[in-house]
Structures are given as C-alpha cells and as structure tokens.
C-alpha cells in the first residue's frame, strides 16, 4: 500500500461478474471497516458495525 492511500483492502472474494464481489475495506486513518458489494453495473457501500451498533474498527 502507498504511503498516500487512506483505504486498504483486506478482504476480497467474488469477481463481480458471475458472483456478486463482496470487498471490505478499511480506512487507515480511523480505522473504521466498510463493505463494498459490486454485481454488474451496480453496487453499494456502507460501514460495518459492531453488536451495540458503532463502527467495526482495526486497530492501526
């Protein structure tokens, strides 16, 4: 990862195509994680949260 980039990637599975790609990303200056699901042409964001509903957080 470059020095200048906020999020990283740390998970990954599908391609998008014929399976819907499901990506998790993390901002590296809060480390709050995020789920990014792409099908086709489409897609959505949205924060991953925790039992009492904050933000699923890294520790960085």
């Known amino acids: 990862m470059a ?8 998970h990954q599975e599908g391609n998008g195509l014929s399976a819907p790609q499901r990506t998790v990303l993390m901002d590296t200056a809060t480390g ?7 099908s086709g042409y489409g897609g959505g964001l949205c924060p991953l949260v925790d039992r ?4 699923l957080k ?3």
């Open 3 to 10: 020095k200048n980039e906020r999020f990283e990637i740390i």
């Open 32 to 38: 709050v994680q995020y789920l990014f699901v792409q």
């Open 58 to 60: 890294w520790d960085v």
């Open 52 to 55: 009492e509903g904050g933000p």
